[in-house]
């Protein structure tokens, strides 16, 4: 097991940067977005986010009319009150995530502590925005009991040549309306798959 990373100041500064940044810029997104996307500033009050979950109602219920292109066919902002887990998958399970998500932050810092050395600025930062991404999201998750979502890339775009989706079965390539909170996630599990290839090919 390689502990140089636990030992390392800067190691742990890259790890605190990163996660300190991707949160802060999730935060205040989703701010910026619930106060100016739709005609008027929207307030996520969980108390009725709750009582709606409840009574089996949509969460969009709570939410104007509302959506912004901002390119055709590229990105459009819509604010959407996501009960479940990434790309609304789960719903109706909120603590179940929040547990998960708890772990997941747990595992990740354990792979900064096992799987990294101090030099592994590339790991450490993937692992920042993995860490960023879950706190984003679990923040929402306890103080609105949902995740505010706006960000809705590709939308429209159908697959070609009428084929599906795999596993969604649909034809939008993206149909989820997400947040920079899942942005951060996918990029830093990319940046890891990347890494953890790279030591691969290293030892081949």
Same mark, same amino acid.
Request: with cysteine; net charge positive.
């Given at each position: 097991?390689?502990?140089?990373?636990?030992?390392?100041?800067?190691?742990?500064? &890259?790890?605190?940067?990163?996660?300190?940044?991707?949160?802060?810029?999730?935060?205040?997104?989703?701010?910026?977005?619930?106060?100016? =996307?739709?005609?008027?500033?929207?307030?996520?009050?969980?108390?009725?986010?709750?009582?709606?979950?409840?009574?089996?109602?949509?969460?969009?219920?709570?939410?104007?009319?509302?959506?912004?292109?901002? =390119?055709?066919?590229?990105?459009?902002?819509?604010?959407?009150?996501?009960?479940?887990?990434?790309?609304? =998958?789960?719903?109706?399970?909120?603590?179940?995530?929040?547990?998960?998500?708890?772990?997941?932050?747990?595992?990740?810092?354990?792979?900064?502590?096992?799987?990294?050395?101090?030099? !592994?600025?590339?790991?450490?930062?993937?692992?920042?925005?993995?860490?960023?991404?879950?706190?984003?999201?679990?923040? !929402?998750?306890? &103080?609105?009991?949902? &995740?505010?979502?706006?960000?809705?890339?590709?939308?429209?775009?159908?697959?070609?040549?009428?084929?599906?989706?795999?596993?969604?079965?649909?034809?939008?390539?993206?149909?989820? &309306?997400?947040?920079?909170? !899942?942005?951060?996630?996918?990029?830093? =599990?990319?940046?890891?798959?990347?890494?953890?290839?790279?030591?691969?090919?290293?030892?081949?």
């Amino acid at each position: 097991m390689k502990m140089g990373s636990v030992r390392s100041r800067s190691a742990w500064a &890259v790890l605190f940067v990163v996660t300190f940044l991707g949160v802060a810029s999730d935060l205040f997104s989703k701010a910026v977005a619930f106060r100016t =996307i739709a005609d008027h500033p929207v307030v996520v009050d969980r108390e009725q986010v709750l009582r709606a979950q409840h009574e089996g109602r949509s969460l969009g219920s709570l939410l104007p009319p509302n959506s912004v292109t901002v =390119i055709p066919h590229v990105l459009d902002l819509s604010l959407v009150l996501n009960p479940g887990a990434v790309f609304g =998958i789960g719903a109706g399970r909120r603590w179940f995530f929040v547990a998960f998500t708890a772990g997941a932050l747990a595992l990740a810092i354990w792979m900064f502590a096992a799987w990294t050395r101090p030099r !592994d600025y590339l790991a450490h930062a993937a692992i920042g925005l993995l860490v960023s991404g879950g706190l984003g999201n679990l923040y !929402d998750r306890i &103080v609105y009991a949902c &995740v505010r979502d706006f960000l809705h890339p590709l939308p429209g775009v159908n697959m070609p040549f009428g084929l599906n989706m795999p596993l969604t079965g649909q034809r939008e390539i993206w149909p989820y &309306v997400s947040n920079i909170a !899942d942005l951060w996630l996918l990029i830093g =599990i990319g940046m890891l798959m990347g890494y953890l290839w790279r030591g691969g090919q290293k030892k081949a």
